[in-house]
């Protein structure tokens, strides 16, 4: 079974602080996705990386994707009470076509 | 946004009746997929679906059947609604790339 470990769980920061959320798995992934959940709502796609050591940006946020596709980070500089929420990495095995999702970081940014 | 409406939104049902949850997309997408989100677990396959009554498991399928009759509907069916199948539970559509995208979710309750 493949697993996606994400750290830290919880994370409670002021508005302006930068964070990071790491993704670590034993299992190579033929792409990462991070998704982020907002309470009552279902999961929203923020970026999906495909090569390793691929390096995307939203915005505020940095997405990476580990050289060997085992592991991934998400890091938000300047967080703003708005990036409240749950952060979900997943991690598609391309011949199944299933993801596989992280246990989840949830942030909470306060003015 | 995919077009994925989940019915119905909230449900309490009592132990030993069954159940069905009902998803419909507007995108044609190939691929529907049911998952079921519990503290600490983060999201788990329940069953899947790679086309008209082309189903398969996931990996917490024990106590669920799938039925998919048309491009647009995925039904989920409790075949006897027990307390640990109380979730929520989201649909997901994917055009068989690397994103999936999700419903707003259906909080059940087994009492």
């Known amino acids: 079974t493949q697993l996606l470990e994400q750290s830290p769980q919880f994370l409670s920061i002021q508005e302006g602080e930068n964070l990071t959320v790491y993704c670590n798995s034993s299992s190579v992934f033929s792409s990462l996705q991070w998704y982020r959940q907002e309470p009552g709502e279902g999961p929203v796609l923020l970026v999906t990386v495909v090569t390793g050591g691929e390096v995307k940006k939203l915005k505020r946020l940095t997405f990476q994707f580990g050289d060997a596709r085992k592991d991934s980070s998400l890091h938000i500089t300047a967080a703003q009470p708005g990036d409240t929420g749950l952060y979900l990495c997943a991690g598609l095995n391309t011949g199944f076509q299933k993801l596989v999702f992280g246990t989840g970081t949830r942030l909470l940014v306060s003015p | 946004d995919a077009g994925i409406t989940q019915s119905p939104r909230h449900k309490v049902t009592e132990t030993g009746t069954p159940v069905t949850l009902r998803c419909h997309q507007t995108e044609n997408h190939r691929y529907m997929y049911w998952y079921r989100q519990d503290p600490g677990h983060g999201l788990r396959l329940i069953h899947y679906s790679y086309g008209v009554k082309d189903t398969d498991k996931g990996e917490v399928s024990d106590g669920y059947s799938v039925s998919r009759s048309k491009t647009e509907d995925f039904l989920l069916t409790l075949e006897s609604a027990t307390s640990s199948q109380t979730s929520v539970y989201f649909c997901?559509?994917?055009?068989?790339?690397?994103?999936?995208?999700f419903g707003p979710g259906t909080r059940l309750t087994v009492t």
């Open positions: 997901a559509t994917g055009t068989g790339t690397y994103e999936q995208y």
